[in-house]
């Protein structure tokens, strides 16, 4: 089998799709890997260390004449026509607002991975690209905030006298909240989360955090904000209004990790504020590591999608989004 990478970068991307350790697994399985030049660089792999592993670097249309071609976003509209019957494509669609181009997609008679639905289940978590990428996604969140802070997180007793840890409130409390809740405590600040799942609160306090129900009072002499509560093909609940933001102290630290649960404010400079759905990208060797091994797991896990393929399998039902020219799953 030809196993074809394809290169994001020109889009915004820094992740890849293969790393060289993952082509040299593909090419020890007796498959050939050919990487599109320039696929690996914003991840810190430059084509060198692709060929040192004994991959092919080419052309994208040589990528995309593959029988599997790995990426972690969708393709171009461009790309479409060079797709036939019995290719696959592996890649995160849940990331990509262009429905009309997914339709196109659809309509091409290559079989579509959506590695963004893998299900929550035991069997699926060396695949799940979600909750490796989130796990990253809320280390960097907490990173940026300590980074940004005017102050510093814990306790400390000095000669000099008495620095009292920072209060942090994190609200979503999924893989990326607990994660950012996680490096937060252990830092030393005072961690105080939330989230709407009734399991949440063992989840919070397993980490070192105290769970409040509404944490609204909180917010307003917290010096680090951190907002993660995705919502799943729609677009992220409006949570903090921006009177709660512009409460809190002097050079406080906002990170609105879902791009719209946090309403921006004009009033308060001194807040360092941002909104960033994709922070795993700012880590791209670790994030491209964990992407690929993701995508290596599923692939030795199916067979490369060989003859014997149970295509009701209960995690192909989830990921399988169009085969052989039929819609077989729900794009969004």
């Known amino acids: 089998m030809k196993i074809g990478v394809m290169n994001n970068s020109l889009r915004g991307e820094t992740r890849v799709a293969a790393t060289p350790i993952t082509a040299q697994n593909f090419i020890k399985e007796g498959h050939q890997v050919i990487i599109e030049s320039g696929a690996g660089k914003k991840s810190g792999f430059d084509d060198a260390?692709?060929?040192?592993k004994s991959a092919t670097v080419a052309s994208r249309a040589d990528v995309l004449k593959s029988d599997f071609i790995l990426s972690v976003l969708p393709p171009r509209k461009t790309d479409?026509?060079?797709f036939k019957k019995n290719q696959w494509l592996l890649c995160d669609l849940t990331s990509f607002d262009d429905k009309a181009e997914l339709?196109?997609?659809?309509?091409?008679d290559i079989g579509v991975i959506d590695m963004g639905k893998m299900p929550r289940i035991s069997r699926a978590q060396n695949m799940d690209i979600l909750s490796s990428q989130a796990m990253l996604a809320g280390y960097k969140a907490a990173v940026l905030?300590?980074?940004?802070?005017?102050q510093t997180a814990p306790l400390l007793m000095t000669s000099g006298?008495?620095?009292?840890?920072?209060?942090?409130?994190?609200?979503g409390a999924g893989i990326a909240g607990l994660q950012a809740a996680a490096v937060l405590k252990r830092?030393?600040?005072?961690?105080?989360?939330?989230?709407?799942?009734?399991?949440?609160k063992a989840e919070i306090e397993s980490v070192g955090?105290?769970?409040?129900?509404?944490?609204s009072k909180e917010i307003d002499n917290a010096q680090i904000l951190i907002c993660a509560a995705f919502s799943?093909?729609?677009?992220?609940?409006?949570?903090?209004?921006?009177?709660?933001?512009?409460?809190?102290?002097?050079?406080s630290v906002v990170i609105d990790m879902a791009e719209g649960n946090i309403e921006t404010t004009s009033t308060r400079p001194d807040i360092f504020f941002v909104q960033n759905k994709h922070l795993e990208r700012h880590l791209p060797i670790s994030a491209s590591t964990l992407f690929a091994n993701n995508i290596y797991q599923f692939l030795k896990t199916f067979h490369y999608m060989g003859q014997n393929t149970d295509y009701e399998d209960e995690i192909l039902r989830h990921v399988l989004i169009c085969y052989d020219g039929f819609l077989r799953g729900k794009m969004k």
């Open 232 to 251: 799943a093909g729609k677009k992220a609940p409006l949570l903090i209004k921006k009177e709660q933001i512009e409460k809190m102290p002097y050079c």
């Open 103 to 108: 339709q196109d997609l659809a309509k091409t």
């Open 187 to 200: 830092m030393g600040a005072n961690v105080i989360a939330t989230d709407i799942r009734k399991e949440s």
């Open 161 to 171: 006298g008495t620095l009292f840890p920072i209060k942090a409130v994190i609200i």
């Open 49 to 52: 260390s692709y060929l040192s």
């Open 80 to 82: 479409l026509h060079f």
């Open 209 to 215: 955090g105290k769970f409040v129900f509404d944490v």
């Open 145 to 150: 905030a300590l980074n940004e802070l005017y």
